[in-house]
Structure formats: C-alpha cells, structure tokens
C-alpha cells in the first residue's frame, strides 16, 4: 500500500529522513520490508512547516527513487516538523492531486490503508462531508475523503474524537453494503505544533506503525553514535517501519491505539470507534 514517516524535534535536512538512513523512505519507495507491497512507486509528497503556520507541500507523481527535484530540494530544505509519504495506489489514478500529505489550512494528514470496496461506499460517506468543506476535495482517493470527513467531524478541536467518529462511519457504511472488513488504517495528522497517529484495522490486523524510542535513552546506549549526537532529546520519528537496524531504536504501536506527540513527548492511548 504506501509507507510514511512524521518527525518532530531539532531542525534537521530533509534529505537526513528521505535519502541517507539505511532504510530510508527512498529505500522503501524500492524494496519495503514490512509493507503488503514491496516497490511503492505511485507518487511521492513531503510536507515540512517552516516560518508560515501554513506547510508547504511538494509533490510528484515519479517514484521517489527517479525523481531529481525531489532529491535537489532535500538537500537543501530543512524543518523541525516534517510529513513524508510514499504511494503505492489502491485503485485510484496515479496524480498530483492523489498524493499525500493532503493539506487543509494548517492541518496535513497522510494515510496507509484503504477503504474497502471504496466505489461501493464512495458517494454515501461523500454526502457526510461538510457542504461547505465538499468543494476542497481535489483527488479522488479515499485517504482524501477520510481526511474530509475527520475535518467535517472536529478534527482541528479534537482529533481522537474526529477520527474514531470518521471511522466509525467509515465501518457502518461499509458493512450496510456487506463489506467485512471495511477499514485498513494507519494515519497521522498535524497541526504543525502536535501529531496524532493511528493504528487501526476492522480486522484487528493492521499495518504496521513504530515510533522512536526516547533518544536519551538510545544515546547513555550508544555512546559512540554520532547520528544520536545531532538529534534533540525531544526529537519523535512515527513510521511506517524502521529507518534502520539500531538494537532497541524502534518500539512497535500496539493494534489500536492512538500516539500523540507533542514537546518531547510520546503518549499512547487506546483507540476505538464512536459508538453508532
């Protein structure tokens, strides 16, 4: 399907998270470990907040290994709060506008999954978007549409509450038109000062989702890493899998729950639907 990866902490280059970790996201647009899909080369974005509340984005619909603007910007952007994603598609066309992080004001938000039989359900969750927010949408993705609907249920108040109603949503429509299993979930969302991130299935076997341990902690561990060296101690990494094989450097996210990362902190919660 797709991997991901949402940082915080001290300002570091884009390309020290795209390009130079032994498992870096470039990597795993090429040869994934963890993810359904070994090569996820259906379009690449990079969201990054510098001085404007408001990110910026790139996209392009090349595979993050073979795209050159990707590669030059990296290396010269740098951010203390970056939302990277890869894409591998479920369906629907390979398009700028289908790639993620998709943007609402100051809000970016990025998923791996799917929603099943998407088509089927596509224009009954449609009807459950804001009106006034409908005429945003761009692509024709269900991530986009999930992110809408979390827009439309009280995302930018409360972000737990927002999602677990879109999802809940998500899984009563699906299942009104005999579909199983009608959600596959992991997904992060900003508002450039904090980061919710999502593991949930309607199976219980979701994709996989990590987030770093304290790097403190890795450094009193590894005294003689220089990489731990140049890293704040409230620096946060949630990703998709690993960037690399340091011993003890990544901790598995429990099947649903929901982090949240603000300051230096990573707290994790439970994570269920709304009750319909």
Not at 48 to 54: L, R, V
Not at 112 to 141: C, H, M, Q, W, Y
Not at 168 to 195: F, Y
Request: proline content about 6%; glycine content about 10%.
């Amino acid at each position: 399907m797709c991997r991901w990866l949402a940082y915080s902490g001290s300002r570091v280059g884009l390309d020290d998270l795209l390009y130079k970790p032994v498992n870096s996201l470039v990597m795993q647009s090429k040869h994934s470990r963890l993810g359904v899909e070994t090569t996820n080369g259906d379009g690449f974005g990079v969201g990054w907040y510098g001085n404007d509340p408001i990110p910026g984005v790139y996209y392009s619909t090349e595979p993050a290994w073979h795209d050159r603007n990707l590669r030059e910007l990296s290396s010269h952007a740098s951010a203390e709060r970056v939302f990277a994603h890869i894409r591998a598609t479920t369906g629907t066309a390979v398009q700028q506008t289908n790639c993620h992080p998709f943007r609402y004001g100051r809000w970016l938000w990025m998923h791996n999954g799917l929603i099943a039989n998407f088509p089927t359900v596509k224009r009954d969750l449609a009807l459950a978007v804001d009106p006034a927010l409908f005429p945003l949408i761009e692509g024709s993705t269900d991530s986009e549409l999930f992110f809408y609907l979390a827009l439309t249920f009280g995302l930018q108040q409360d972000p737990r509450a927002a999602v677990a109603t879109a999802v809940e949503l998500i899984e009563g429509t699906g299942r009104r038109h005999g579909i199983e299993h009608p959600l596959q979930m992991t997904v992060a969302t900003t508002n450039g000062e904090a980061t919710w991130a999502f593991r949930y299935s309607s199976e219980g076997h979701s994709r996989t989702l990590f987030h770093n341990t304290d790097v403190a902690t890795l450094r009193v561990q590894y005294p003689d890493n220089p990489m731990l060296h140049g890293l704040s101690d409230d620096t946060r990494i949630v990703v998709s899998e690993p960037l690399g094989d340091l011993q003890g450097a990544w901790q598995e996210i429990p099947e649903s729950t929901c982090v949240v990362v603000q300051g230096g902190e990573a707290d994790l919660f439970p994570f269920v639907p709304a009750p319909g």
